[in-house]
């Protein structure tokens, strides 16, 4: 068999990760499951082609320049893809009253995602408020301590939930990808962990006033902003 290429460059050293038989010893080794692993590496190969640095670039040691975003006030300068794929929006704990505009469907759409780098371990959240067939509106992400995915998940939707009372917002359609929370939110699973417990009546209390309130749950894909916004918080704090 002939002998594989050695990699020579950044993003040819993460494509001979993804296709390592040693996978998943390394995906234990960083608290992960192998399928996340793989989707991690896959997107920071992207970031790295999206940031239009050349494969000559990453093999000259030489060339330290690097593409750089401004960050968020008091986070200092943070260098993700966030802000590449997806416009800069209004902090949702800047507005004291709703973002909605006045024309078009008063419902709100919350897109909410949290991230756990150990389960448990490090954990954030983060959440894209929208208006139904209309703009992207606020965007909130913070880290949480320590914590386990599920929890990070739950905070997620609480937080967002804090924000969207405080607006006085009557109307929330509520998307996530983790479908656990998504069928105990809907009623289809009981909530026996005592960790989730106090989130979920947390959920239930800042829903009761609402005049419609929908949970969906979306495919990682679809909330790949929400979930950007959980990864940038965690790495402001590095």
């Known amino acids: 068999m002939p002998q594989s290429k050695k990699p020579e460059t950044l993003p040819d050293?993460?494509?001979?990760?993804?296709?390592?038989?040693?996978?998943?010893?390394?995906?234990?080794?960083?608290?992960l499951s192998v399928r996340e692993l793989r989707r991690r590496l896959a997107i920071w190969r992207r970031?790295?082609?999206?940031?239009?640095?050349?494969?000559?670039?990453?093999s000259n040691p030489k060339n330290t320049s690097a593409p750089k975003v401004a960050g968020k006030s008091g986070k200092g300068t943070v260098t993700t893809a966030v802000d590449d794929a997806w416009p800069e929006l209004t902090l949702a704990s800047d507005l004291n009253k709703s973002p909605l505009p006045k024309t078009g469907i008063p419902i709100m759409e919350v897109f909410t995602d949290g991230a756990s780098r150990g389960n448990p371990g490090p954990a954030s959240?983060?959440?894209v408020f929208r208006q139904k067939n209309g703009p992207d509106l606020a965007e909130?992400?913070?880290?949480?301590?320590?914590?386990?995915?599920?929890?990070?998940?739950?905070?997620?939707?609480?937080?967002?939930?804090?924000?969207?009372?405080?607006?006085?917002?009557?109307?929330?359609?509520?998307?996530?990808?983790?479908?656990?929370?998504?069928?105990?939110?809907?009623?289809v699973y009981r909530v026996k962990s005592p960790d989730l417990r106090p989130l979920f009546q947390q959920v239930v209390f800042l829903t009761r006033d609402l005049s419609e309130f929908k949970v969906s749950h979306v495919k990682r894909a679809k909330n790949a902003q929400a979930d950007a916004l959980a990864n940038k918080a965690l790495d402001a704090e590095k």
């Not at 001979?16 to 960083?30: F, H, M, N, P, Y």
């Not at 970031?47 to 990453?58: K, M, T, V």
């Not at 929890?151 to 983790?178: C, G, M, N, P």
């Open 13 to 31: 050293l993460l494509r001979t990760i993804e296709r390592s038989g040693d996978l998943r010893s390394l995906a234990r080794e960083c608290g």
């Open 125 to 127: 959240i983060g959440a």
């Open 47 to 58: 970031e790295l082609a999206n940031a239009g640095a050349s494969d000559e670039e990453f």
């Open 140 to 187: 909130h992400c913070e880290t949480i301590g320590k914590a386990t995915n599920n929890v990070a998940e739950y905070q997620a939707v609480v937080t967002a939930l804090e924000h969207i009372r405080r607006w006085k917002v009557r109307k929330v359609h509520l998307f996530l990808d983790s479908e656990l929370i998504v069928r105990q939110l809907s009623g």
